[in-house]
Nanobody, 116 residues
Framework: QGQLVESGGGLVRPGGSLTLSCVAS????????MGWYRQAPGKQRDLVAE????????YSVDSMKGRFIISRDITKNTIYLHMNNLRPEDTAVYYC?????????WGQGTQVTVSS
């Protein structure tokens, strides 16, 4: 079904920034809408941002608008999530997948912790 490998998470103070990366197999990256999902402790995994093959972006969470930017590099089969002005409520494991997700393609995710 294709592979997805996320990286770039870490511990950051409120107001800080991180950039997450997701390398996808070519079969996924070039055929589907790609998205970033996140799962906070005790909560379900939700789609937070997506980018189409044509580069159109959509953000599912109002609080992210203006703070998070999803982008992609076609030459590297990679999508990014640039996160600025991070808040404690952004703490979660972040995953990438196609939209809608392919269950067999979930990767390990990358942990983002926002704390002072």
């Amino acid at each position: 079904q294709g592979q997805l490998v996320e990286s770039g998470g870490g511990l950051v103070r409120p107001g800080g920034s991180l950039t997450l990366s997701c390398v996808a197999s070519a079969s996924l990256f070039r055929m589907y809408v790609m998205g970033w999902y996140r799962q906070a402790p005790g909560k379900q995994r939700d789609l937070v941002a997506e980018i189409t093959i044509g580069g159109r972006t959509t953000y599912s969470v109002d609080s992210m608008k203006g703070r998070f930017i999803i982008s992609r590099d076609i030459t590297k089969n990679t999508i990014y999530l640039h996160m600025n002005n991070l808040r404690p409520e952004d703490t979660a494991v972040y995953y990438c997948n196609v939209v809608p997700p392919i269950q067999e393609s979930w990767g390990q995710g990358t942990q983002v912790t926002v704390s002072s």
